[in-house]
């Protein structure tokens, strides 16, 4: 597996995490009838909080971005970002785990209906708890 890490996110992230949102969400916003260009963008940069962010990096490089934001329901795991480049080579797994591992308890989040990335989440534990026509909302408890 290619080397990576994390890294604390700063305000300078705002721009390349919210780019590689758009590019990331584009196919399953397009097939949901639901992409805007300005709006997928603007959505992350209007709720970015560097503080719960973590930047990866691969071969040191920026590939991605995870964050965990804390609720009074339990974290929500958000804003998981991989450059395509990179998916389906075991980095999103080791990363996913990397911080599941520091999280005990009850983890949430929510993906895009039709979304490959579900069945990453379901093989870390995740199950639905529900959805709409739109998202999936899913907890994993350790």
Request: charged share 25%.
């Amino acid at each position: 597996m290619i080397p990576w890490c994390l890294r604390s996110a700063t305000p300078a992230d705002v721009e390349p995490i919210a780019e590689l949102r758009a590019v990331v969400m584009r196919p399953d916003l397009e097939r949901l009838g639901r992409y805007d260009a300005v709006r997928v963008r603007q959505r992350f940069r209007d709720g970015f909080d560097p503080a719960h962010t973590w930047i990866i990096e691969a071969d040191g490089v920026f590939a991605g971005s995870i964050a965990v934001r804390p609720a009074d329901d339990g974290p929500w795991l958000e804003h998981f970002y991989l450059d395509p480049s990179l998916q389906g080579r075991g980095l999103g797994t080791a990363v996913l785990q990397h911080v599941l591992d520091s999280h005990d308890g009850l983890v949430r989040l929510n993906v895009l209906q039709g979304s490959p990335a579900r069945r990453l989440y379901e093989r870390h534990g995740f199950i639905i708890d529900s959805e709409d026509p739109v998202d999936i909302f899913m907890t994993r408890k350790v």
